[in-house]
């Protein structure tokens, strides 16, 4: 099908007027192009359209369309269902559009539609500032702004998607818009993901960050319950200067990792402050008191090395599977369970993470965006990580049994851009009922034909099921 509509005469109408490159299936790039971040997802589009300008997006849409082929769309190809690419689709790729804007004075960033966080957190740092964001400088602001957004400053200032005042889109149709004249288009892309248009430069409200404090602890499997049970108390005691973060991993090559501490299981849990300088050490410290681990370690850091610090754990190119939910508490048998399938881990990469959210996450009122779940305490992701492809069914089924392991609890949200292998209806689920009416009706206004499908899907017919795009390649 996709040879019979890529003619030569409709590729040279398209290159027509088009500043940034085409990429084929016989060129030298194309196997580069097409890589995302999740080395599981190896898919082979029918083009790669690698945009320079909103004007290019606009008119490789317009060819998308009149060729009747699927299209994605690519941020920072992190999306860990690989979303950003699909078989005989056409990719529009916005990855040579990273150029960002800061206005100081006025606490504004001006960022384009494929900027990655590093480059974001580079442009802000020098003038004092920051935009709350992921943990990894390496993902693509875009899909994750659009989906919400957390990361160290979320419980002081909120999500990503809390930080967007307004956007630049392109519709399905081709025409680029700003949200000015479209506020229910603002509020859907506060939370909606890639659904209503491609996102080609991103407003977004700065807020003032200097140095941090951070401190991290180990402690071997044996101690990582009880260490568990203060983590869970001390974490909702705290302000919002405070971030307090937990994995469960096998324990690295660092100088400070005791020799018989390494490569084995162990906790690690992190605090991040985020207030007056002069109160960071004893803050930092005041995590380790009740439950002092094997080996610490302390540094003083800028922002935007804070944001990279999680960097090399999560390198391009390896296979990764997700299973993420929120988590309405951390009773004592959902720690017993965790600790368990940590020890149980199939792969030395693989890590559950958890982490207590509230602080000011809670508090935009739940109205504003179409972000869902902003009240859930805890979210916990096991992320398993391995390198070769015959190990795949043995590292998915540890992620799914994991999870399973504290499944038992009510809460049954999970956070949009972890969403991966879901059952058909999940992401209308997430989104509850009335949210993704709401969701429904602006997609059936700005993409009335879901030409923006490969994603956590809203469909623009809310009796209709969404496009089930989520399980490819995780059928072990
Ligand atoms: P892509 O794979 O490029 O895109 C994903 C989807 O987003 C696309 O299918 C499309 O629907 C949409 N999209 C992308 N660009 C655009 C655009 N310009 N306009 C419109 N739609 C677009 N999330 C957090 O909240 N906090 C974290 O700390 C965090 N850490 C992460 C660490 C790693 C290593 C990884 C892999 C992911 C992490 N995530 C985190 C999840 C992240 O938010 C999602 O994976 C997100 O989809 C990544 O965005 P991307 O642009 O890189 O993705």
């Not at 407003?203 to 260490?227: I, S």
């Not at 018989?260 to 162990?266: H, Q, S, T």
Request: charged share 20%; proline share 6%; aromatic share 8%.
């Amino acid at each position: 099908m996709c040879s019979a509509v890529l003619t030569k005469d409709a590729l040279a109408v398209f290159r027509e007027g088009f500043t940034g490159t085409i990429v084929l299936p016989a060129d030298p790039s194309y196997d580069e192009a097409r890589r995302v971040w999740n080395g599981m997802h190896r898919r082979e589009p029918a083009l790669i359209a690698r945009c320079a300008s909103a004007s290019d997006v606009s008119a490789a849409l317009r060819f998308v369309r009149a060729a009747g082929l699927p299209v994605t769309v690519r941020g920072g190809g992190h999306n860990v269902a690989g979303t950003a690419v699909a078989d005989g689709a056409v990719m529009i790729d916005l990855s040579l559009m990273r150029q960002v804007v800061v206005e100081s004075r006025d606490r504004v960033a001006y960022a384009h539609g494929g900027c990655l966080l590093s480059d974001l957190d580079r442009a802000t740092t020098p003038h004092g500032l920051a935009c709350p964001a992921g943990v990894v400088s390496h993902t693509g602001l875009a899909g994750l702004a659009l989906g919400g957004g957390y990361g160290w400053l979320a419980r002081k200032w909120g999500l990503t998607c809390d930080h967007l005042l307004a956007a630049e889109v392109v519709l399905a149709n081709g025409s680029i818009v700003q949200t000015r004249q479209h506020p229910e288009l603002l509020w859907a892309l506060r939370g909606g993901g890639g659904n209503f248009g491609v996102v080609t430069r991103f407003t977004l409200r700065l807020r003032e960050v200097g140095p941090v404090h951070h401190r991290v602890g180990l402690y071997p499997l044996k101690d990582a319950v009880a260490a568990l049970a203060w983590y869970r108390r001390f974490a909702a005691e705290q302000t919002t200067d405070m971030h307090v973060v937990g994995a469960l991993k096998i324990a690295g090559d660092h100088t400070w990792v005791p020799a018989g501490l390494r490569g084995e299981p162990v906790l690690m849990l992190t605090a991040v402050w985020l207030g007056a300088p002069e109160e960071g050490p004893a803050a930092v410290a005041s995590l380790f008191e009740a439950a002092p681990p094997a080996a610490s370690a302390n540094r003083v850091m800028s922002y935007a090395e804070l944001q990279a610090l999680g960097d090399h754990g999560e390198p391009h190119g390896n296979r990764y599977f997700t299973k993420s939910r929120y988590l309405a508490a951390l009773p004592a048998d959902s720690i017993d369970g965790l600790v368990a399938a940590c020890a149980d881990l199939r792969s030395p990469l693989s890590s559950i993470d958890f982490e207590y959210l509230r602080g000011a996450i809670c508090d935009v009122p739940d109205a504003e965006s179409a972000f869902p779940g902003r009240d859930a305490p805890y979210i916990c992701t096991a992320s398993a990580q391995w390198l070769d492809p015959a190990d795949d069914r043995e590292n998915i089924s540890w992620a799914r049994n994991t999870m399973a392991r504290v499944a038992a609890q009510p809460r049954s949200g999970a956070y949009v851009n972890y969403l991966q292998d879901e059952p058909p209806g999940r992401v209308r689920e997430v989104y509850g009922e009335t949210r993704y009416r709401k969701l429904a009706d602006i997609k059936r206004r700005y993409d009335p034909d879901n030409v923006f499908r490969a994603n956590q899907n809203i469909s623009p017919r809310s009796d209709q099921p969404e496009w089930p795009y989520m399980r490819q390649e995780c059928q072990p």
